[in-house]
Protein backbone atom coordinates (compact mmCIF):
# COMPACT_ATOMS: atom_id res chain seq x y z
CA UNK A 1 0.00 0.00 0.00
CA UNK A 2 1.50 3.47 -0.87
CA UNK A 3 1.38 5.62 1.77
CA UNK A 4 -1.32 7.97 1.36
CA UNK A 5 -0.42 11.57 0.01
CA UNK A 6 -2.75 13.24 2.58
CA UNK A 7 -0.18 11.69 5.32
CA UNK A 8 2.65 13.28 3.69
CA UNK A 9 1.10 16.63 3.65
CA UNK A 10 0.31 16.55 7.06
CA UNK A 11 4.01 15.26 8.01
CA UNK A 12 5.17 18.90 6.01
CA UNK A 13 2.84 20.83 7.56
CA UNK A 14 3.97 19.91 10.85
CA UNK A 15 8.12 19.21 10.57
CA UNK A 16 8.26 21.69 7.18
CA UNK A 17 8.60 20.93 3.54
CA UNK A 18 12.20 20.01 3.60
CA UNK A 19 12.27 17.69 6.15
CA UNK A 20 9.94 14.81 4.53
CA UNK A 21 12.20 12.89 2.42
CA UNK A 22 10.44 10.84 -0.06
CA UNK A 23 12.84 10.86 -3.00
CA UNK A 24 14.02 7.33 -3.58
CA UNK A 25 18.06 8.36 -3.84
CA UNK A 26 17.61 10.05 -1.04
CA UNK A 27 16.14 7.26 1.40
CA UNK A 28 18.33 4.77 0.20
CA UNK A 29 20.96 5.25 3.31
CA UNK A 30 18.23 5.10 5.79
CA UNK A 31 16.85 1.55 4.01
CA UNK A 32 19.64 -0.32 6.33
CA UNK A 33 21.55 -0.12 9.09
CA UNK A 34 24.95 -1.53 10.40
CA UNK A 35 24.02 -5.68 10.53
CA UNK A 36 26.43 -7.34 8.38
CA UNK A 37 24.50 -9.44 5.38
CA UNK A 38 20.75 -7.74 5.99
CA UNK A 39 18.58 -7.38 3.02
CA UNK A 40 17.77 -3.28 2.91
CA UNK A 41 14.26 -2.23 3.13
CA UNK A 42 13.25 1.40 1.49
CA UNK A 43 10.48 3.58 3.70
CA UNK A 44 8.17 4.95 2.15
CA UNK A 45 8.89 8.33 3.40
CA UNK A 46 11.86 9.78 6.76
CA UNK A 47 10.22 12.24 8.51
CA UNK A 48 12.83 14.36 10.53
CA UNK A 49 11.16 16.01 13.74
CA UNK A 50 12.68 19.20 15.52
CA UNK A 51 10.93 18.47 18.82
CA UNK A 52 9.10 16.18 21.06
CA UNK A 53 5.79 18.37 20.09
CA UNK A 54 6.53 17.50 15.97
CA UNK A 55 7.15 13.89 17.10
CA UNK A 56 3.80 14.02 18.66
CA UNK A 57 2.29 15.22 16.34
CA UNK A 58 3.89 12.79 13.70
CA UNK A 59 2.96 9.95 15.29
CA UNK A 60 -1.21 11.22 15.61
CA UNK A 61 -0.58 11.42 11.92
CA UNK A 62 0.46 8.28 10.78
CA UNK A 63 -1.53 6.22 13.40
CA UNK A 64 -4.83 8.00 12.27
CA UNK A 65 -3.83 6.54 9.11
CA UNK A 66 -2.54 3.23 10.02
CA UNK A 67 1.39 3.81 8.41
CA UNK A 68 3.99 1.99 10.36
CA UNK A 69 6.49 4.08 12.33
CA UNK A 70 9.67 3.09 12.50
CA UNK A 71 12.32 5.13 14.86
CA UNK A 72 15.72 5.78 13.99
CA UNK A 73 18.96 7.05 15.29
CA UNK A 74 22.65 6.92 13.90
CA UNK A 75 21.43 3.48 11.61
CA UNK A 76 24.72 1.58 13.84
CA UNK A 77 22.48 -1.29 14.99
CA UNK A 78 23.41 -4.66 14.69
CA UNK A 79 19.93 -6.57 14.24
CA UNK A 80 18.14 -4.20 11.71
CA UNK A 81 15.71 -2.77 14.66
CA UNK A 82 15.86 1.09 12.76
CA UNK A 83 14.90 -0.93 9.11
CA UNK A 84 11.77 -0.15 8.02
CA UNK A 85 10.91 -3.38 7.13
CA UNK A 86 7.25 -2.91 6.34
CA UNK A 87 7.42 0.70 4.74
CA UNK A 88 6.27 3.38 6.35
CA UNK A 89 7.53 6.38 7.76
CA UNK A 90 11.02 6.43 8.84
CA UNK A 91 11.28 9.23 12.06
CA UNK A 92 15.03 10.39 11.93
CA UNK A 93 16.39 12.60 14.86
CA UNK A 94 18.87 14.35 12.97
CA UNK A 95 17.59 17.46 13.98
CA UNK A 96 16.76 16.45 17.71
CA UNK A 97 20.60 16.60 19.15
CA UNK A 98 20.57 19.00 21.88
CA UNK A 99 22.26 18.36 24.94
CA UNK A 100 19.87 20.37 26.86
CA UNK A 101 20.89 20.51 30.65
CA UNK A 102 24.13 18.93 32.57
CA UNK A 103 24.09 19.74 36.17
CA UNK A 104 27.24 18.75 38.02
CA UNK A 105 25.22 18.88 41.18
CA UNK A 106 22.25 16.33 40.34
CA UNK A 107 24.75 14.78 38.85
CA UNK A 108 22.46 14.12 35.81
CA UNK A 109 22.14 15.30 32.04
CA UNK A 110 19.75 15.76 29.65
CA UNK A 111 19.48 15.08 26.49
CA UNK A 112 17.31 14.95 23.32
CA UNK A 113 17.75 11.34 21.61
CA UNK A 114 19.56 12.52 18.36
CA UNK A 115 22.19 13.42 20.58
CA UNK A 116 25.29 11.77 19.27
CA UNK A 117 27.36 9.58 22.65
CA UNK A 118 30.81 10.72 21.62
CA UNK A 119 29.25 14.60 21.73
CA UNK A 120 28.19 13.75 25.26
CA UNK A 121 31.06 11.72 26.36
CA UNK A 122 33.00 15.16 25.55
CA UNK A 123 30.53 17.64 27.38
CA UNK A 124 30.13 15.65 30.74
CA UNK A 125 33.89 15.15 30.75
CA UNK A 126 34.86 18.45 30.26
CA UNK A 127 32.78 19.59 33.46
CA UNK A 128 34.77 16.34 35.57
CA UNK A 129 32.10 14.16 35.05
CA UNK A 130 31.45 10.50 33.38
CA UNK A 131 29.21 8.76 31.20
CA UNK A 132 30.55 5.59 31.19
CA UNK A 133 28.39 3.65 28.30
CA UNK A 134 30.77 3.22 25.42
CA UNK A 135 29.64 0.89 22.53
CA UNK A 136 32.42 0.57 20.06
CA UNK A 137 30.04 3.08 17.36
CA UNK A 138 30.32 5.71 20.09
CA UNK A 139 31.32 8.47 17.62
CA UNK A 140 27.86 7.90 15.26
CA UNK A 141 25.70 6.20 17.55
CA UNK A 142 22.66 8.44 19.29
CA UNK A 143 21.35 7.86 22.90
CA UNK A 144 17.99 7.79 21.87
CA UNK A 145 19.44 4.48 20.01
CA UNK A 146 21.44 3.33 23.01
CA UNK A 147 18.44 3.56 25.36
CA UNK A 148 15.81 1.49 22.77
CA UNK A 149 19.07 -0.84 23.02
CA UNK A 150 20.32 -0.85 26.58
CA UNK A 151 23.83 -0.27 24.63
CA UNK A 152 27.28 -1.70 26.72
CA UNK A 153 30.40 -1.61 25.41
CA UNK A 154 34.03 -2.26 27.14
CA UNK A 155 33.15 -0.18 29.85
CA UNK A 156 30.09 -2.32 31.04
CA UNK A 157 31.90 -4.76 33.21
CA UNK A 158 32.57 -2.23 36.13
CA UNK A 159 30.15 0.25 35.05
CA UNK A 160 27.08 -1.35 33.82
CA UNK A 161 25.25 -1.16 30.42
CA UNK A 162 22.32 2.28 29.72
CA UNK A 163 19.84 1.15 31.93
CA UNK A 164 21.95 1.37 35.14
CA UNK A 165 21.95 5.44 34.25
CA UNK A 166 18.43 5.96 32.92
CA UNK A 167 16.53 7.66 35.22
CA UNK A 168 13.69 9.28 33.35
CA UNK A 169 12.49 9.49 29.90
CA UNK A 170 10.10 11.61 27.82
CA UNK A 171 8.17 9.53 25.20
CA UNK A 172 5.78 9.55 22.57
CA UNK A 173 2.94 6.92 22.87
CA UNK A 174 2.09 5.24 19.23
CA UNK A 175 -1.00 7.22 18.94
CA UNK A 176 0.57 10.51 19.30
CA UNK A 177 0.45 11.12 24.08
CA UNK A 178 3.37 12.36 25.44
CA UNK A 179 4.67 11.34 29.21
CA UNK A 180 7.01 11.93 31.40
CA UNK A 181 8.31 8.65 33.07
CA UNK A 182 10.96 7.36 35.84
CA UNK A 183 12.77 10.36 37.91
CA UNK A 184 15.39 12.77 38.63
CA UNK A 185 16.65 11.27 41.74
CA UNK A 186 19.01 8.02 42.18
CA UNK A 187 16.37 6.32 44.41
CA UNK A 188 12.96 6.25 43.82
CA UNK A 189 10.03 2.94 44.34
CA UNK A 190 6.25 4.89 43.59
CA UNK A 191 4.54 2.42 40.36
CA UNK A 192 6.30 0.33 37.92
CA UNK A 193 9.55 0.76 36.67
CA UNK A 194 8.59 2.00 33.02
CA UNK A 195 11.73 3.65 32.46
CA UNK A 196 13.07 0.05 32.71
CA UNK A 197 10.56 -1.35 30.66
CA UNK A 198 11.29 1.45 27.53
CA UNK A 199 15.05 0.58 27.89
CA UNK A 200 16.05 -2.28 25.60
CA UNK A 201 12.67 -2.15 24.07
CA UNK A 202 14.14 -1.76 20.32
CA UNK A 203 11.71 1.60 19.64
CA UNK A 204 8.49 -1.19 19.51
CA UNK A 205 6.84 0.45 22.74
CA UNK A 206 7.27 4.22 22.48
CA UNK A 207 9.56 6.85 20.86
CA UNK A 208 12.15 8.56 23.23
CA UNK A 209 12.11 12.27 22.65
CA UNK A 210 14.44 12.97 25.70
CA UNK A 211 16.65 11.44 27.88
CA UNK A 212 17.78 12.08 31.97
CA UNK A 213 20.70 10.19 32.33
CA UNK A 214 22.93 9.29 35.40
CA UNK A 215 26.38 11.05 35.74
CA UNK A 216 29.02 10.28 38.08
CA UNK A 217 32.32 11.99 38.84
CA UNK A 218 35.20 11.27 35.90
CA UNK A 219 37.95 8.87 36.90
CA UNK A 220 41.19 10.85 36.76
CA UNK A 221 43.25 7.80 35.72
CA UNK A 222 43.39 5.15 33.18
CA UNK A 223 45.53 2.25 32.88
CA UNK A 224 45.91 -0.03 29.94
CA UNK A 225 47.41 -2.78 28.63
CA UNK A 226 47.55 -5.68 25.91
CA UNK A 227 48.46 -9.25 27.34
CA UNK A 228 48.80 -11.86 24.54
CA UNK A 229 48.46 -15.36 24.69
CA UNK A 230 48.99 -18.81 22.64
CA UNK A 231 45.98 -19.82 22.54
CA UNK A 232 42.37 -19.44 23.14
CA UNK A 233 41.73 -21.85 25.90
CA UNK A 234 44.35 -19.79 27.57
CA UNK A 235 43.19 -16.68 27.52
CA UNK A 236 39.82 -17.88 28.10
CA UNK A 237 41.30 -19.62 31.56
CA UNK A 238 43.03 -16.52 32.47
CA UNK A 239 40.01 -14.55 32.63
CA UNK A 240 38.44 -17.00 34.83
CA UNK A 241 41.84 -16.76 37.20
CA UNK A 242 41.45 -13.03 37.32
CA UNK A 243 37.56 -13.17 38.68
CA UNK A 244 38.55 -16.17 40.97
CA UNK A 245 41.30 -13.24 42.80
CA UNK A 246 38.84 -10.99 43.03
CA UNK A 247 39.98 -8.32 40.15
CA UNK A 248 37.73 -6.40 38.97
CA UNK A 249 39.03 -4.16 35.63
CA UNK A 250 37.75 -1.42 34.10
CA UNK A 251 37.29 -3.60 30.44
CA UNK A 252 38.54 -6.86 29.34
CA UNK A 253 38.14 -7.05 26.12
CA UNK A 254 39.13 -10.55 24.12
CA UNK A 255 39.54 -10.94 20.57
CA UNK A 256 40.97 -14.19 19.08
CA UNK A 257 43.70 -15.04 16.65
CA UNK A 258 41.66 -15.03 13.08
CA UNK A 259 40.77 -11.47 14.51
CA UNK A 260 43.85 -10.64 15.58
CA UNK A 261 45.15 -11.20 12.14
CA UNK A 262 42.16 -9.52 10.25
CA UNK A 263 43.03 -6.44 12.63
CA UNK A 264 46.62 -6.22 11.95
CA UNK A 265 47.19 -4.59 8.79
CA UNK A 266 45.45 -1.60 9.47
CA UNK A 267 46.23 -1.57 13.39
CA UNK A 268 48.16 1.39 14.44
CA UNK A 269 50.88 -0.72 16.55
CA UNK A 270 52.15 -3.66 15.72
CA UNK A 271 50.53 -7.12 17.84
CA UNK A 272 53.25 -9.26 18.20
CA UNK A 273 53.49 -12.45 15.54
CA UNK A 274 51.84 -15.62 16.36
CA UNK A 275 49.68 -15.18 18.79
CA UNK A 276 45.84 -16.55 18.77
CA UNK A 277 44.61 -14.61 21.26
CA UNK A 278 44.80 -11.59 23.12
CA UNK A 279 43.22 -9.66 26.14
CA UNK A 280 42.78 -5.48 26.42
CA UNK A 281 42.69 -4.92 30.15
CA UNK A 282 41.84 -1.60 31.42
CA UNK A 283 41.75 -0.53 35.27
CA UNK A 284 41.08 3.58 36.58
CA UNK A 285 41.04 5.32 39.47
CA UNK A 286 41.65 8.70 40.94
CA UNK A 287 44.97 8.15 41.88
CA UNK A 288 47.61 7.08 38.55
CA UNK A 289 49.64 5.00 41.56
CA UNK A 290 46.98 3.27 42.83
CA UNK A 291 45.83 2.76 38.95
CA UNK A 292 48.96 1.46 37.50
CA UNK A 293 49.26 -1.04 40.69
CA UNK A 294 46.24 -2.61 40.47
CA UNK A 295 46.96 -3.05 36.51
CA UNK A 296 50.24 -4.72 37.74
CA UNK A 297 48.06 -6.59 40.10
CA UNK A 298 46.18 -7.63 36.92
CA UNK A 299 48.68 -8.38 34.87
CA UNK A 300 50.69 -10.36 37.11
CA UNK A 301 47.61 -12.78 37.41
CA UNK A 302 47.31 -13.11 33.92
CA UNK A 303 51.12 -13.67 33.22
CA UNK A 304 50.96 -16.55 35.90
CA UNK A 305 47.87 -17.86 34.37
CA UNK A 306 50.27 -18.72 31.02
CA UNK A 307 50.38 -15.22 29.14
CA UNK A 308 52.77 -14.66 26.26
CA UNK A 309 53.61 -10.81 26.37
CA UNK A 310 52.23 -7.57 27.64
CA UNK A 311 52.54 -4.62 26.69
CA UNK A 312 51.76 -1.40 28.88
CA UNK A 313 50.41 1.26 27.51
CA UNK A 314 53.14 4.63 28.32
CA UNK A 315 50.94 6.93 27.17
CA UNK A 316 47.11 8.61 25.99
CA UNK A 317 48.69 7.95 22.52
CA UNK A 318 49.06 3.85 22.86
CA UNK A 319 46.00 3.61 24.96
CA UNK A 320 44.08 5.01 22.04
CA UNK A 321 45.90 2.97 19.23
CA UNK A 322 45.50 -0.05 21.29
CA UNK A 323 41.30 0.91 21.54
CA UNK A 324 41.44 1.72 17.96
CA UNK A 325 42.47 -1.60 16.81
CA UNK A 326 39.68 -3.21 19.08
CA UNK A 327 37.29 -1.06 17.73
CA UNK A 328 38.48 -1.80 14.34
CA UNK A 329 37.46 -5.22 14.51
CA UNK A 330 33.85 -4.80 13.37
CA UNK A 331 35.13 -3.63 10.20
CA UNK A 332 38.46 -5.84 9.72
CA UNK A 333 36.44 -9.47 10.52
CA UNK A 334 34.22 -8.03 7.24
CA UNK A 335 37.00 -8.79 5.18
CA UNK A 336 38.08 -12.53 5.96
CA UNK A 337 35.01 -13.63 4.28
CA UNK A 338 32.73 -12.07 1.40
CA UNK A 339 29.17 -12.94 4.12
CA UNK A 340 29.73 -12.21 7.90
CA UNK A 341 26.96 -12.77 9.83
CA UNK A 342 28.03 -11.20 13.70
CA UNK A 343 26.41 -12.56 16.98
CA UNK A 344 26.44 -11.19 20.06
CA UNK A 345 25.63 -14.21 22.95
CA UNK A 346 26.34 -13.49 26.35
CA UNK A 347 27.24 -16.34 28.91
CA UNK A 348 27.96 -16.45 32.88
CA UNK A 349 31.68 -15.34 33.14
CA UNK A 350 32.58 -18.54 33.89
CA UNK A 351 31.78 -21.00 30.90
CA UNK A 352 33.52 -17.97 28.26
CA UNK A 353 36.35 -21.08 28.23
CA UNK A 354 33.59 -23.49 27.44
CA UNK A 355 31.68 -21.44 25.06
CA UNK A 356 34.84 -20.57 23.17
CA UNK A 357 35.45 -23.97 22.72
CA UNK A 358 32.37 -24.50 21.60
CA UNK A 359 31.60 -22.13 19.57
CA UNK A 360 34.74 -23.35 17.23
CA UNK A 361 34.12 -26.83 17.71
CA UNK A 362 30.37 -26.01 16.38
CA UNK A 363 32.20 -24.18 13.55
CA UNK A 364 34.69 -27.18 12.64
CA UNK A 365 31.67 -29.41 12.04
CA UNK A 366 29.62 -27.24 10.34
CA UNK A 367 32.58 -26.55 7.83
CA UNK A 368 32.11 -22.83 8.34
CA UNK A 369 34.67 -20.00 9.40
CA UNK A 370 33.90 -18.67 12.17
CA UNK A 371 35.99 -15.51 14.88
CA UNK A 372 35.13 -14.52 18.08
CA UNK A 373 35.96 -11.00 19.90
CA UNK A 374 33.92 -8.91 22.65
CA UNK A 375 33.54 -8.01 25.87
CA UNK A 376 35.27 -11.27 27.72
CA UNK A 377 34.66 -9.64 31.30
CA UNK A 378 30.63 -9.81 31.07
CA UNK A 379 30.28 -13.02 29.06
CA UNK A 380 29.17 -11.10 26.18
CA UNK A 381 31.29 -12.69 22.97
CA UNK A 382 30.70 -11.05 19.37
CA UNK A 383 30.82 -14.74 17.42
CA UNK A 384 31.45 -13.99 13.65
CA UNK A 385 30.33 -16.28 11.51
CA UNK A 386 31.91 -16.24 8.21
CA UNK A 387 31.69 -17.73 4.70
CA UNK A 388 31.71 -16.98 0.87
CA UNK A 389 29.13 -18.56 -0.99
CA UNK A 390 25.14 -18.72 -0.64
CA UNK A 391 25.46 -22.38 -0.98
CA UNK A 392 26.98 -22.32 2.55
CA UNK A 393 23.87 -20.93 3.78
CA UNK A 394 22.06 -24.14 4.95
CA UNK A 395 25.34 -25.17 7.09
CA UNK A 396 25.20 -21.51 8.57
CA UNK A 397 21.59 -21.55 10.05
CA UNK A 398 22.70 -24.54 11.15
CA UNK A 399 25.29 -23.34 13.14
CA UNK A 400 23.75 -20.32 14.13
CA UNK A 401 21.25 -22.41 15.62
CA UNK A 402 23.57 -24.52 17.73
CA UNK A 403 25.59 -21.17 19.10
CA UNK A 404 22.00 -19.94 19.56
CA UNK A 405 21.15 -22.92 21.69
CA UNK A 406 24.14 -23.50 23.09
CA UNK A 407 24.25 -19.93 24.87
CA UNK A 408 20.26 -20.88 26.42
CA UNK A 409 22.12 -24.35 27.64
CA UNK A 410 25.07 -22.50 29.11
CA UNK A 411 22.47 -20.04 31.03
CA UNK A 412 23.16 -17.35 28.87
CA UNK A 413 21.22 -15.15 26.14
CA UNK A 414 20.26 -14.24 22.47
CA UNK A 415 21.73 -10.96 22.64
CA UNK A 416 24.59 -9.08 24.98
CA UNK A 417 23.80 -5.75 23.39
CA UNK A 418 22.89 -5.86 19.99
CA UNK A 419 18.84 -6.81 20.49
CA UNK A 420 17.00 -8.90 18.83
CA UNK A 421 15.39 -6.85 15.83
CA UNK A 422 14.89 -9.00 12.86
CA UNK A 423 18.22 -10.87 12.75
CA UNK A 424 17.22 -12.40 15.82
CA UNK A 425 13.34 -13.08 16.41
CA UNK A 426 13.62 -16.46 15.12
CA UNK A 427 15.45 -17.76 18.18
CA UNK A 428 13.40 -15.83 20.70
CA UNK A 429 11.21 -19.15 21.66
CA UNK A 430 15.10 -20.78 22.31
CA UNK A 431 15.58 -18.43 25.90
CA UNK A 432 11.90 -17.45 26.77
CA UNK A 433 8.68 -19.55 27.42
CA UNK A 434 5.73 -19.37 25.62
CA UNK A 435 4.06 -17.69 28.75
CA UNK A 436 6.57 -14.84 28.83
CA UNK A 437 6.47 -14.24 25.10
CA UNK A 438 2.68 -13.95 25.11
CA UNK A 439 3.30 -11.60 28.12
CA UNK A 440 5.83 -9.69 26.00
CA UNK A 441 3.01 -9.43 23.07
CA UNK A 442 0.11 -8.35 25.45
CA UNK A 443 2.61 -5.40 26.88
CA UNK A 444 3.11 -4.71 23.19
CA UNK A 445 -0.42 -4.30 22.73
CA UNK A 446 -1.25 -2.42 25.77
CA UNK A 447 1.45 0.70 24.38
CA UNK A 448 0.71 -0.03 20.73
CA UNK A 449 -2.93 -1.25 20.27
CA UNK A 450 -2.66 -0.55 16.21
CA UNK A 451 0.39 -2.49 16.26
CA UNK A 452 1.73 0.67 13.89
CA UNK A 453 5.51 1.23 16.11
CA UNK A 454 8.32 -0.40 14.21
CA UNK A 455 6.35 -3.43 13.39
CA UNK A 456 7.84 -7.01 12.35
CA UNK A 457 10.65 -6.49 15.35
CA UNK A 458 11.44 -9.18 18.38
CA UNK A 459 8.77 -11.35 18.05
C1 LIG B 1 31.33 -0.54 14.80
C2 LIG B 1 30.20 -0.83 15.75
C3 LIG B 1 30.49 -1.15 17.05
C4 LIG B 1 29.44 -1.40 17.95
N1 LIG B 1 29.75 -1.70 19.24
C5 LIG B 1 28.77 -1.86 20.14
C6 LIG B 1 29.07 -2.10 21.51
O1 LIG B 1 30.24 -2.18 21.90
N2 LIG B 1 28.03 -2.22 22.38
C7 LIG B 1 26.72 -2.12 21.95
O2 LIG B 1 25.82 -2.20 22.80
N3 LIG B 1 26.42 -1.93 20.68
C8 LIG B 1 27.38 -1.78 19.74
N4 LIG B 1 27.07 -1.56 18.44
C9 LIG B 1 25.66 -1.58 18.01
C10 LIG B 1 24.96 -0.20 17.96
O3 LIG B 1 25.88 0.85 17.79
C11 LIG B 1 24.10 0.05 19.21
O4 LIG B 1 23.01 -0.85 19.22
C12 LIG B 1 23.56 1.48 19.32
O5 LIG B 1 22.91 1.61 20.57
C13 LIG B 1 22.56 1.85 18.22
O6 LIG B 1 22.35 3.25 18.27
P1 LIG B 1 21.84 4.05 17.00
O7 LIG B 1 21.64 5.46 17.37
O8 LIG B 1 22.72 3.81 15.83
O9 LIG B 1 20.43 3.34 16.78
P2 LIG B 1 19.75 2.79 15.46
O10 LIG B 1 20.56 1.71 14.85
O11 LIG B 1 19.35 3.91 14.59
O12 LIG B 1 18.43 2.15 16.10
C14 LIG B 1 18.53 1.09 17.00
C15 LIG B 1 17.16 0.81 17.62
O13 LIG B 1 16.77 1.92 18.41
C16 LIG B 1 15.49 2.39 18.00
N5 LIG B 1 15.50 3.83 18.23
C17 LIG B 1 16.40 4.74 17.79
N6 LIG B 1 16.08 5.97 18.23
C18 LIG B 1 14.95 5.83 18.97
C19 LIG B 1 14.12 6.73 19.68
N7 LIG B 1 14.37 8.04 19.77
N8 LIG B 1 13.02 6.25 20.31
C20 LIG B 1 12.71 4.91 20.26
N9 LIG B 1 13.49 4.02 19.61
C21 LIG B 1 14.57 4.47 18.97
C22 LIG B 1 15.36 1.96 16.56
O14 LIG B 1 13.99 1.83 16.17
C23 LIG B 1 16.06 0.62 16.58
O15 LIG B 1 15.19 -0.39 17.01
C24 LIG B 1 28.08 -1.34 17.51
C25 LIG B 1 27.82 -1.02 16.17
C26 LIG B 1 28.84 -0.77 15.30
C27 LIG B 1 28.52 -0.42 13.87
Request: charged share 25%.
Amino acid sequence: MPIPSQLLSECRQIVGERQVVTDSERLEPYGRDETPGLAPALPDAVVRPGSADEVSRVLRACSQHGVAVTPRGGGTGHSGGCVAVQGGVVLAFERMQRILEISADDLTADVEPGVVLQDLHAAVEERGLFYPPDPGSLDTCTLGGNVAENAGGPRALRYGVTRDYVLGLEIALPAGDRLRIGKRTVKGVSGYDLTSLIVGSEGTLAVITAVTLKLIPRPRSVATALVTFDSAATAAAAVSALFGRGILPRTLEYMDGRSIDAVRPTAPFRFPEQIDAALIVETDGDDDEATLAQLGRAVEILDRAGARSTLIAQDARQQRDLWTSRRGLTEATRKIRRIKIAEDIAVPRRRIPEALARVAALGERCGVLTAAYGHAGDGNLHVQILFDDEGQRPAVERLLHQVMAMAIELGGTLSGEHGIGIAKKKFMPLEHSAGALDLMRRLKRAFDPAGILNPGKIF
